[in-house]
Structure formats: structure tokens, C-alpha cells
């Protein structure tokens, strides 16, 4: 059996209904044309207006098919998937095979923009891209690339290999350590694929794992006030500007996403470009909810409420990665806005100018030193 078969004999036709099995149920709508066949595969769901439905376009089979498969073969030697191997045995399940391939070919398209469901051919090209990108390979093993005055340690750089539901196959974990102690301050994880030179950042995420209490932490967390310095706090705030704001970013993430730009810099990639919003992890909240409020006696007030909820969240998320890296442009001449959100696609587009220009102290010295690299050992 082709390995992509169950693509179209079974994920298109389940995602139009909302959920695909996959031996345990993933959360995916969309509704799928095929110009070459002139067949469309409406969505059979909508929920007055709940869901944000994008339709995928296949505008040439074979080409798409090809890509489809390379992106499969590369997918599976990619990820570790023997949780999922495992349980499948265990399960006495015989097309286990089978099925993994629908988990990668299932989980693959919540990561997909509007964009990349109009332009499915580029969207398959860029995930193997990411797959194929060793970029940051030399950081395999943690590896201290610089000393920080500003937030007194070491800072140490590790490339995470993350799991298949995760937004991106790569993450940069980014740390200080204490010199004396060893006591470690970890950033939020950053969230990168490359194709042709070009970063796409999905995601800064805080992961529980990897934060440890300790004095250091405290005294980090101190300093990163630091970027306050030559930000106007009285006049760029939510009451003048809503949720456009720069004032109301998270300091860790944007030193993180400051130091990753800095390596980015250092590799010679100078376009960056973050993704306003993944429509399909949208979806698959809203279909949590109404699947959960089944369980529930006034199943209408509990979708409502969650409903309010999960709009106060994702506006969250999504502006604050945005502004996250706008807070950072706002200090920093060296970047440049080529296009916001939604001017010629759904993502902002920032491109790195030659010379450093930037006025706050902690982010010139934390870009500097992902940029220089200079590394050194504890």
C-alpha cells in the first residue's frame, strides 16, 4: 500500500468533519480541493462562525504527492514516534505502520497558515526544509557561547530536538549559569524551522521543565527589568495603544528571542518571520470545548464561557509573540518591519540591517553575544 493512501482515504475526509482518529482522536478541520479532479471535500461544520476553516488547495496531485512522501520518510527518521509504536503493539493493533504514517500526516497540517493551506506545494517544501536543517547542529550538546555583565553568567545555548506535536522539529533553549554556583536561569524556549535562509518563528514558550528555583533565578529576573531602558512606559501602554502595546511583553522572552536573533545573525540569516496565528491549534481548542462541554449539564453557558476565554488567550498568545519581537525592533535599529501581519500574508516580516543600532544596554550586550559567539568554558 502507498504510504500517503490513508491521506486521502482517510485524513481529508475526517478533517472535514473536525476530527481525525488516529487511534486517539486529533482535533483537525478543513475542507480540501483538488483542481486537477475539480472535487471538493466541504467542511461539514461550522457552528455559527465558531471555527476558522481553511481549505487546502492541491493544485498539481503528483508534484504534491512527491513532496507528501519525502516529507513522510524524512518525518519518520525525524522524530522519535516509539511512544506511539509502542502502544500500538501493545494494543494488538496490526496496521500499527499504517497508522503511524497518519499521525505524521495528521499532525503535519496543525502547524499550517492560512497561507501554507492556499500554497500547499511551498507549505510541504518548507516542513522538509526544517526537517532537512542542521543550522544549529554544532549546539547538540549545551555549549556556553559568551559571559554576560549585564545579567552576570554564562550564557549556554542547547538545540532541543522537539516531538512531533510541537510547532517546529528544532527549539533553541537558551540559559545563564551562575560562574561560582552553577545555578541556572533557563529563557523560554524558542521555536524555529529554516528554509532558504529564512527563520520562521512559531513560538517562545515557557516549558516547566526546564525551570529550576534557586537564587540565581531570582537575581536574573531582577536585571531583566533592565529593559525598561530608553522605553517610554508612560506613553506605550495598553490604555494608548490596546493590545498593539509594547509595554506589556515578558522580559525572558524577549531576551530570549533577542540572543536567538543574534545567532540567527551569526549564521548570516537576516529574515525572520513570525507567524500571527496557526489556525488549525485554534480549531482544535474550540473542538475541545464543545467536545468537554458534552459532559457537562448546561452544555451552552459552558461553551459560551469557555468560548469568551479561549479568545482572551489566543489574543494573547498571538499578540504577545508579536509584540515580543516589535518590542525588540522598537530598541533596536539593526531590525527592520518589512511587512505586518496580514500586508502581503498572515506573518510579520522583519529583515536585519548591517550595522548595530540599539539603545537599551541588555539587549546590545545579549545580541552581540549570540552574534560574536564567543565561546567559553566554565
Same mark, same amino acid.
Given at each position: 500500500?502507498?504510504?500517503?493512501?490513508? *491521506?486521502?482515504?482517510?485524513?481529508?475526509?475526517?478533517?472535514?468533519?473536525?476530527?481525525?482518529?488516529?487511534?486517539?482522536?486529533?482535533?483537525?478541520?478543513?475542507? &480540501?480541493?483538488?483542481?486537477? $479532479?475539480?472535487?471538493?471535500?466541504?467542511? !461539514? !461544520?461550522?457552528?455559527?462562525?465558531?471555527?476558522?476553516?481553511?481549505?487546502? /488547495?492541491?493544485?498539481?496531485?503528483?508534484?504534491?504527492? !512527491?513532496?507528501?512522501?519525502?516529507?513522510?520518510?524524512?518525518?519518520?527518521?525525524?522524530?522519535?514516534?516509539?511512544?506511539?509504536?509502542?502502544? #500500538?503493539?501493545?494494543?494488538?493493533?496490526?496496521?500499527?505502520?499504517?497508522?503511524?504514517?497518519?499521525?505524521? %500526516?495528521?499532525?503535519?497540517?496543525?502547524?499550517?497558515?492560512?497561507?501554507?493551506?492556499?500554497?500547499?506545494?511551498?507549505?510541504?517544501?518548507?516542513?522538509?526544509?526544517?526537517?532537512?536543517?542542521?543550522? *544549529?547542529?554544532?549546539?547538540?550538546?549545551? @555549549?556556553?557561547?559568551?559571559?554576560?555583565?549585564?545579567?552576570?553568567?554564562?550564557?549556554?545555548?542547547?538545540?532541543?530536538?522537539? &516531538?512531533?506535536?510541537?510547532?517546529?522539529?528544532?527549539?533553541?533553549?537558551?540559559? /545563564?549559569?551562575?560562574? $561560582?554556583?552553577?545555578?541556572?536561569?533557563?529563557?523560554? #524556549?524558542?521555536?524555529?524551522?529554516?528554509?532558504?535562509?529564512?527563520?520562521? +518563528?512559531?513560538?517562545?514558550?515557557?516549558?516547566?521543565?526546564?525551570?529550576?528555583?534557586?537564587?540565581?533565578?531570582?537575581?536574573?529576573?531582577?536585571?531583566?527589568?533592565?529593559?525598561?531602558?530608553?522605553?517610554? @512606559?508612560?506613553?506605550?501602554?495598553?490604555?494608548?495603544?490596546?493590545?498593539?502595546? %509594547?509595554?506589556?511583553?515578558?522580559?525572558?522572552?524577549?531576551?530570549?528571542?533577542?540572543?536567538?536573533?543574534?545567532?540567527?545573525?551569526?549564521?548570516?540569516?537576516?529574515?525572520?518571520?513570525?507567524?500571527?496565528?496557526?489556525?488549525?491549534?485554534?480549531?482544535?481548542?474550540?473542538?475541545?470545548?464543545?467536545?468537554?462541554?458534552?459532559?457537562?449539564?448546561?452544555?451552552?453557558?459552558? +461553551?459560551?464561557?469557555? !468560548?469568551?476565554?479561549?479568545?482572551?488567550?489566543?489574543?494573547?498568545? @498571538?499578540?504577545?509573540?508579536?509584540?515580543?519581537?516589535?518590542?525588540?525592533?522598537?530598541?533596536?535599529?539593526?531590525?527592520? /518591519?518589512?511587512?505586518?501581519?496580514?500586508?502581503?500574508?498572515?506573518?510579520?516580516?522583519?529583515?536585519?540591517?548591517?550595522?548595530?543600532?540599539?539603545?537599551?544596554?541588555? #539587549?546590545?550586550?545579549?545580541?552581540?553575544?549570540?552574534?560574536?559567539?564567543?565561546?567559553?568554558?566554565?
Amino acid at each position: 500500500m502507498n504510504d500517503i493512501n490513508v *491521506f486521502y482515504d482517510e485524513i481529508i475526509n475526517e478533517a472535514s468533519a473536525g476530527r481525525v482518529d488516529c487511534f486517539f482522536m486529533m482535533n483537525l478541520l478543513f475542507s &480540501t480541493y483538488i483542481r486537477e $479532479e475539480n472535487k471538493t471535500i466541504e467542511a !461539514k !461544520k461550522n457552528d455559527d462562525g465558531r471555527y476558522l476553516i481553511p481549505r487546502l /488547495v492541491i493544485k498539481n496531485k503528483e508534484s504534491f504527492n !512527491k513532496l507528501l512522501t519525502e516529507y513522510l520518510a524524512l518525518a519518520r527518521k525525524k522524530y522519535d514516534l516509539s511512544i506511539y509504536q509502542d502502544e #500500538l503493539i501493545f494494543a494488538g493493533v496490526e496496521n500499527y505502520e499504517q497508522i503511524i504514517n497518519k499521525i505524521i %500526516l495528521t499532525t503535519l497540517w496543525a502547524n499550517a497558515t492560512y497561507d501554507d493551506f492556499n500554497e500547499s506545494e511551498e507549505f510541504l517544501r518548507k516542513q522538509i526544509a526544517f526537517l532537512k536543517d542542521e543550522t *544549529f547542529s554544532e549546539y547538540e550538546e549545551p @555549549t556556553i557561547i559568551g559571559y554576560s555583565e549585564t545579567l552576570g553568567g554564562y550564557v549556554e545555548v542547547e538545540n532541543i530536538q522537539e &516531538t512531533i506535536l510541537n510547532e517546529t522539529p528544532n527549539s533553541l533553549k537558551i540559559s /545563564v549559569i551562575e560562574p $561560582e554556583t552553577n545555578e541556572r536561569y533557563t529563557f523560554p #524556549l524558542v521555536r524555529y524551522g529554516i528554509e532558504d535562509n529564512k527563520c520562521y +518563528i512559531y513560538a517562545v514558550q515557557k516549558n516547566k521543565k526546564y525551570d529550576e528555583e534557586n537564587k540565581f533565578k531570582k537575581r536574573v529576573n531582577r536585571r531583566l527589568f533592565q529593559i525598561g531602558e530608553n522605553f517610554d @512606559t508612560k506613553n506605550d501602554t495598553y490604555e494608548n495603544y490596546g493590545e498593539g502595546n %509594547l509595554k506589556d511583553v515578558s522580559a525572558s522572552f524577549v531576551v530570549a528571542s533577542n540572543i536567538a536573533l543574534g545567532l540567527l545573525a551569526s549564521k548570516g540569516i537576516t529574515d525572520i518571520v513570525v507567524p500571527s496565528i496557526l489556525i488549525e491549534r485554534w480549531n482544535a481548542k474550540e473542538t475541545g470545548i464543545v467536545v468537554k462541554s458534552k459532559r457537562e449539564e448546561n452544555s451552552q453557558e459552558y +461553551i459560551d464561557s469557555n !468560548k469568551e476565554e479561549h479568545n482572551k488567550i489566543q489574543n494573547n498568545l @498571538t499578540e504577545k509573540l508579536l509584540r515580543t519581537f516589535l518590542r525588540i525592533v522598537s530598541h533596536n535599529k539593526t531590525f527592520g /518591519v518589512t511587512a505586518y501581519p496580514f500586508d502581503i500574508d498572515s506573518s510579520l516580516h522583519i529583515k536585519t540591517n548591517e550595522e548595530l543600532d540599539c539603545n537599551n544596554t541588555l #539587549l546590545n550586550e545579549t545580541f552581540l553575544i549570540g552574534e560574536k559567539v564567543n565561546s567559553k568554558k566554565i
